[in-house]
């Protein structure tokens, strides 16, 4: 049958579902139904159908043949849209998904107090949606469908997606005969969180060869423009990405220019404007004469404008432009910087390996320590004990110096911690007897996301005042393009972590990257120290690290801001919290 029938019957249908939710006339609600039943089974496809063609199917009126005919106008029904907009928001945010009509997703709202998409995710997963009249396994299958056809459809994508294909890309074109010179830049290189397009840049003599060879890659499903220039394609995850091939003198400015961001570039060509110089992809060039002054290197576009390089992280216009030019730019923590990595799960919670494999792994990138932070028993589906985790202390003390490392002389020093969850009023887990046994403790808000302001706020400040929380996880507990991060008063959170010498997470993994970079710079202003974690629940994700870096430098983080760059002795004395040693 064709689509357009199912799209127009289930406009029609959602129709009448708004039209009862909103409290309309219930006659006119079952006109709808009833209309939606035939265009769904008419053996026509209705696209191809005019007003006197729409009317001849059994239950479509004038009025209704009107409204299908504006839906393939215009793409929507104004009609619709207006009752659309009275619906609460929270039923909005469900209706997003594009599986879950009107009727269900108040359903779910009213029944469950469901207003988010991650909520009702949740709650299918919990299967706490069986229950309800009307929903089964198959409901709860087409919604989460629904779900997930949402969710990659955002038209951004997280900066690991980004990242893995724009390696792949440059490798391969780095081996390019005429290819003298190949980089990513655009908001890749300046590590924002998601990223739009994937931007690579080629110097090259002959950009033809390289245009040809970058359109026959593998990945490629579209060619949506070719020229000598420029290339831009559609790759098979849903990401475009544009090349552009400059000859090798203009390799700096080009660079420069394509990394952005744009907001970054004005300021740079001002600063330009001002000396009577003009700034492009092409180069810094005398206004005057139109010769060259230079653009073969980003070091010496930044020079002649009075500037030293400043690192794509921190190209946002936020301030770095006058603190180049006052040589006031933070020295960045860079990856080389860490020592060690203080949150991670192994296979006695939901880690996928086993303690003994993570271990050797963190030894194989060249930690000098490295913590198990598994969680703890408030987090019932982990089944954690005393028992369990006191027998894993013992397992890691023997385990603890024998991974050799290049961090190291002594080997690797494994530290014994746990992630624990804070309750809704800011307690955790376990005692303090209990905590006083480990080496660190990561504590996390895990539950209770909609508390409220005050109450989540308290919350967290309890848990910094308890003396053995270390590192506060995860802090906003926002996953990017699906949960919002929690409505505490941030700023509280964060007085508080300096207070009490409580170290802020920056979760490297990229679905989190929480902090996220303005909460590092708000957090900075309070003078907290930070933790660069991996929050590594199998192997590879211990390489995250390196988004974890990016958004730490975006925050203006600089080695002595992080304490797992520290050697392990200040580790160990900030561990403690201003206990006595
Ligand atoms: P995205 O792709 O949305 O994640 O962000 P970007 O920053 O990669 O933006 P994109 O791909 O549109 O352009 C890449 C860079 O090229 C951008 O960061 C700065 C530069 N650029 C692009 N268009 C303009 C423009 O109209 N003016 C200036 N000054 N720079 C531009
Ligand atoms: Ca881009
Ligand atoms: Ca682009
Ligand atoms: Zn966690």
Redesign the pocket.
């Known amino acids: 049958m064709a689509r357009s029938n199912d799209e127009v019957a289930a406009l029609l249908q959602e129709y009448a579902d708004l039209i009862s939710i909103t409290g309309g006339d219930a006659f006119k609600a079952r006109v709808h139904e009833k209309a939606a039943r035939s265009v769904g089974g008419h053996h026509a496809d209705v696209s191809t159908l005019d007003l006197k063609g729409l009317q001849q199917i059994p239950n479509v009126g004038k009025s209704i043949a009107r409204k299908i005919l504006e839906y393939f106008d215009n793409g929507s029904v104004s009609a619709v849209e207006e009752l659309r907009a009275k619906i609460p928001a929270g039923v909005r945010r469900l209706t997003a998904i594009p599986t879950l009509g009107p009727k269900k997703a108040l359903t779910v709202y009213e029944e469950l107090g469901i207003s988010s998409v991650e909520e009702l995710a949740d709650a299918i997963h919990e299967e706490r949606l069986r229950d309800l009249k009307g929903f089964g396994p198959k409901t709860e299958e087409n919604i989460l469908h629904g779900i997930s056809l949402l969710r990659s459809s955002g038209g ?1 994508v997280r900066i690991d997606v ?1 990242m893995g294909l724009a390696d792949d890309i440059v490798a391969e074109l780095s081996a390019l005969p005429g290819c003298l010179r190949c980089a990513y ?6 590590m ?1 969180e ?6 690579i840049l080629v110097a090259a003599r002959k950009p033809a060869p390289v245009m040809r060879a970058f359109t026959e890659l593998p990945y490629v499903t579209e060619v949506i423009g070719t020229g000598d220039k420029k290339t831009s394609v559609r790759t098979g995850k849903g990401l475009n990405v ?1 090349l552009r091939v400059v000859p090798p003198d203009s390799w700096g400015a080009a660079l420069q ?6 907001a ?3 300021r740079t ?1 001002e600063l330009a404007v001002h000396q009577k110089l003009k700034l492009s ?1 092409y180069g810094l060039f005398d206004v005057e004469s139109g010769k060259k002054i230079v653009s073969e290197t980003e070091e010496e576009v930044y020079a002649r404008l009075g500037l030293p390089w400043i690192p794509p992280t921190l ?1 946002e216009d936020r301030g770095e432009i006058e603190d180049g030019l006052h040589g006031e730019l933070p020295d960045l923590v860079t990856e080389t910087d860490l020592r060690g990595d203080l949150h991670s799960h192994t296979d006695l919670t939901d880690g996928l390996a086993p303690l003994e494999e993570m271990a050797q792994a963190a030894a194989a990138r060249g930690w000098a320590y490295y913590a198990i932070t598994d969680h703890g028993p408030d987090m019932a589906m982990q089944r954690m004990t005393d028992e369990r985790i006191l027998a894993q202390r013992e397992r890691l003390r023997e385990l603890d110096g024998t991974y050799a490392t290049r961090g190291r002389r002594g080997g690797l020093r494994l530290l014994h911690g746990v992630e624990l969850n804070i309750g809704p009023d800011g307690e955790v887990d376990w005692p303090e007897e209990f905590l006083a046994g480990f080496d660190l403790c990561v504590a996390s808000v895990h539950s209770h996301f909609n508390q409220g302001r005050e109450a989540l706020t308290r919350r967290i400040v309890r848990a910094c005042e308890n003396p053995y929380v270390n590192i506060i996880g995860h802090p906003t507990t926002r996953i990017i393009g699906k949960r919002p991060g929690i409505d505490a008063d941030l700023d509280a959170v964060f007085a508080a972590c300096a207070r009490t010498g409580t170290a802020l997470e920056i979760n490297a993994h990229p679905d989190r990257l929480d902090l996220r970079d303005e909460d590092i710079l708000r957090a900075g202003r309070h003078g907290v120290r930070f933790a660069v974690d991996s929050d590594a629940h199998a192997v590879p994700h211990l390489a995250n690290m390196r988004y974890g870096i990016g958004t730490a430098q975006r925050g203006r983080l600089t080695g002595d801001d992080v304490i797992n760059t520290w050697p392990e002795r200040r580790l160990r004395s900030f561990l403690r919290k201003g206990q006595q040693a």
């Not at 830049?185 to 300046?190: E, H, Q």
């Not at 220019?257 to 744009?262: C, E, L, R, V």
């Open positions: 951004r980004a830049a655009g908001s890749l290189r300046r924002r998601t990223i739009g397009d994937i931007d544009d220019y394509f990394t952005g961001s744009k970054h570039n004005i060509r992809e190209r």
